[in-house]
Every structure is written in structure tokens, then in C-alpha cells.
């Protein structure tokens, strides 16, 4: 039997549905367009911390005797995120940012995994009541970093952990980020994963989560609700994104295009001086792109943008 198709311009991604959601010009500039992308801070970290995440479970525990893992951990922890951040400070450096605001990233990232171990430890306590530590270590050790795919709905994700505890198959997403709330947005990343693990195993996971490193999990039953909504909104972004036309990428304004420390990596295409013709891309036919005289009279968003 032919599977039905979606049939869409690309392959999406949790993270590409979502900018698409977020601000269609944002989608265009970012995966039509395809501008160079500019990195920041909250992206290096979080790429860091991921990193220590997923190496965490590899390392050796087979050396570590009674009551002494938690110390093990924590040295092995920092030490690699040491690591990481090292590889990262190259690209932090191209930023030219305050040393402390780097070093205010490099000690909360540091409580994140700190919070991260603490609640690891506490479950692998509970369990050496009846299990020894290599036995409680492999069973909450996650899979890492799992390549998911939808060819009905064409849609690709890395999910960052896949548990499976007394036969119960959770997906989670760690998040470096201040809230603590599974938004609409992380609703349906959550929705998405869960649907692309139906289509390889034929079955929902039972359980979907972001573990909020600062703050601890949240987590959600999968349900037809979260599979659906996961499911209408890849329909309607493959059936929105068939134009290559820049005028039907209309700029969403609001406060994702600037906020306090920071801004959208394309505010300077859409109010500032640089043109798209800067990347060799012809330039739009309406006068989108640049912030119109009515908004330059305005305080955008607290910032003065003329
Ligand atoms: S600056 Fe604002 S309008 Fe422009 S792409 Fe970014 S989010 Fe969209």
C-alpha cells in the first residue's frame, strides 16, 4: 500500500513550524531566503549544555564505590561542560558581549546541571534500596539525541532523551530557558516528536515532557488532542510555504523582534539598513522589509528605532 504524503517545498522540523508560527517573514528569511544565520548567547549555552548532557551518560561508573556517586557525577559533570565551554568560547568571543554577562551564562548553566543532578541522584538513591548503582544508573539512563522522521508529514526532529522505565516510553526536550511553562510552542514540538514516534513504532510514547534544567520536568499524557494539533499544524504550514514570493511573508511585529537584551538575528533586514540585494537576493517588490515612516515616528517595543 502507497503511504499518502504531505506534499510540502522541505522538510519542516519542530524548530522550522515554529519560526514559521512565530513570524512568517522570520520563516522566510531563515529557511527560503536562507540568510546566514547569526548565532547568540542562549544558542551557544544551550548547545553546550546539551553536549554535557549527552556525553553525561557514557561516562565510566563501573569504578564507583558506595555512597561516593554523587560526588563522582558532579566532578564529572562540571568537567565536562568545561569542556564544551571551552569549544564554545570562540563563537562567544565573536559576539563582543561584557565578560560578565558570559560569565553569568557559564554559572547558570552550571546550577542547570547542578539541579539536573541533583534530581538524577535522588532517583538512582531510591532505587539502590533494592538495585545497585550500575543496575539504577542503566535504567534511568536515557537514549540521547534520537534522529525521528515522518514521511507522511514530512517532517524530521532529534529528540534529546527517550526513557523507557518499567515499559512506560517518555520523550523529553531539555530546555536551558527562564520559564517553566510548556507553551503553545513546546506543546506542539512535544506533538510533533510524539507523532513521529507513532510513525516508527506504530504506537504513542506514553508520556511527553521539557525538563526546564533551572526549574525541573513538566509532563504531559500523549493524547489524540496533542497528536492532532501536531497534525494540523504541519498540514498548514506545507500547504502556506509553496511561495517563493517575499510579499507573502508578512513580518509578525512584536516582542520577538527586540526586547531587552537582545534582538530577532534579522531585525536589521526588517528595520534596519541592511537590504536582502546585501545577499545577492533581488530585492522585494513592495516596500516590506523596511519599517514603515509610521512605526520610525514610534518607540518600538521601549527601543527607539530611527
Ligand atoms: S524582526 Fe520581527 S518581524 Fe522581523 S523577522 Fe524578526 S520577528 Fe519577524
Known amino acids: 500500500m502507497t503511504k499518502e504524503v504531505i506534499k510540502g517545498r522541505r522538510i519542516e522540523s519542530p524548530s522550522s513550524v515554529n519560526t514559521f508560527l512565530q513570524c512568517k517573514r522570520k520563516y522566510y528569511y531563515r529557511y527560503i531566503a536562507k540568510l546566514p544565520t547569526k548565532s547568540n548567547i542562549a544558542q551557544i549555552r544551550g548547545k553546550a549544555v546539551h553536549s554535557v548532557l549527552e556525553n553525561f551518560f557514557t561516562i565510566e561508573i563501573s569504578d564507583i564505590k558506595g555512597n561516593e556517586f554523587y560526588d563522582y557525577f558532579r566532578l564529572k559533570l562540571i568537567e565536562l561542560f568545561n569542556k564544551h565551554w571551552v569549544i564554545a568560547l570562540g563563537e562567544l568571543m565573536k559576539l563582543d558581549l561584557p565578560k560578565t554577562t558570559i560569565k553569568e551564562h557559564y554559572i547558570s548553566s552550571l546550577d542547570m546541571l547542578n539541579n539536573f543532578l541533583y534530581r538524577f541522584c535522588e532517583r538512582l538513591d531510591k532505587d539502590m534500596k533494592t538495585l545497585t548503582l550500575q543496575e539504577a544508573f542503566s535504567r534511568w539512563k536515557p537514549e540521547a539525541e534520537i534522529k525521528y522522521y515522518s514521511e507522511k508529514y514530512q517532517v524530521l526532529g532529534f529528540v ?15 530546555k536551558t530557558s527562564r520559564q517553566d511553562k510548556i507553551s503553545d510552542e513546546y506543546y506542539l514540538q512535544l506533538g510533533i516528536y510524539a507523532l513521529m514516534y507513532y510513525e516508527k513504532h506504530g504506537r504513542y510514547p506514553d508520556k511527553v515532557g521539557v525538563d526546564f534544567l533551572l526549574h525541573g520536568e513538566r509532563v504531559l499524557p500523549v493524547d489524540d488532542k496533542i497528536i492532532n494539533n501536531a497534525k494540523e499544524q504541519l498540514i498548514k504550514i506545507h500547504t502556506s510555504v509553496v511561495s517563493n514570493e517575499f510579499k507573502d511573508y508578512p513580518q509578525t511585529i512584536g516582542p520577538l523582534c527586540k526586547w531587552g537584551t537582545g534582538q530577532c538575528e534579522y531585525y536589521e533586514e526588517c528595520f534596519g539598513q541592511k537590504k536582502l540585494s546585501s545577499y545577492g537576493i533581488g530585492s522585494p517588490a513592495s516596500s516590506e522589509g523596511r519599517i514603515d515612516d509610521t512605526i520610525k515616528k514610534k518607540d518600538l517595543f521601549g527601543i527607539r528605532v530611527n
Open 160 to 174: 534529546d532523551a527517550v526513557r523507557e522505565i518499567d515499559g512506560e516510553v517518555s520523550l523529553w526536550d531539555y
